[in-house]
């Protein structure tokens, strides 16, 4: 699910409150046993100070989500809610100096260009202006050291229950119920109650 929704938000404990930026980490390698991530974010962001320090952080990737209307179960009628799921990791932060910065950078171009298709590379740009552009970014890996996987997709709902929310979300119009419907859908995991 990282991989598909990698717009994550990364959040932190500040001295004085905790912090949060949205930004999209990528797995480091294309290894499936790969336990680093990859990000950048605004130098100016108040959030870069605790990402230019080693420490901890928690990292929250939201995938499709929807709101569940009562009158969809077929069986009963209960209280309005959602499904989603979602992916918290955790990890330690290790900056990234300034001569690590722009293979860094061409990385995170790189994934980004494939998720479209594309091919545009960093070395468009003139040495000058990324030499004046790559002090106002600071770069990280995020080390992972617990990873968790969370889904609400109605499993402990019966399979009438389950098919009526199905189908009400095919006939609706929320973002991403492609997917949602196609897990609600297949055959439940008893023991996979939260996961």
Same mark, same amino acid.
């Given at each position: ?34 336990? &680093? ?19 901890? /952080? ?37 900056? /990234? ?34 030499? #004046? ?22 499993? &402990? #709902? ?22 949602? /419907? ?9 023991e996979c109650i939260g996961c």
């Amino acid at each position: 699910m990282i991989r598909a929704y990698p717009f994550a938000t990364v959040i932190t404990c500040g001295q004085d409150t905790p912090e949060a930026t949205q930004t999209p980490l990528f797995f480091e390698t294309e290894d499936p046993g790969c336990r &680093t991530l990859i990000g950048h974010i605004a130098r100016i962001n108040p959030q870069a100070g605790e990402l230019m320090a080693p420490g901890p /952080v928690l990292a929250v990737f939201n995938g499709p989500s929807a709101y569940v209307s009562p009158s969809w179960y077929v069986e009963d009628e209960d209280v309005p809610t959602w499904i989603y799921r979602s992916v918290h990791l955790r990890g330690e932060i290790e900056p /990234v100096d300034s001569s690590g910065m722009r293979a860094l950078m061409e990385r995170i171009i790189a994934l980004s260009e494939s998720r479209i298709g594309g091919a545009w590379q960093l070395s468009r740009i003139p040495d000058a202006d990324i030499a #004046r552009m790559m002090p106002r970014i600071i770069g990280f890996r995020i080390h992972l050291t617990a990873l968790k996987g969370i889904s609400k997709l109605e499993q &402990t #709902r019966s399979a009438a229950n389950r098919a009526g929310v199905a189908a009400g979300l095919e006939a609706g119009e929320e973002i991403g119920k492609d997917l949602l /419907v196609d897990l609600l859908r297949r055959p439940r995991n008893p023991e996979c109650i939260g996961c």
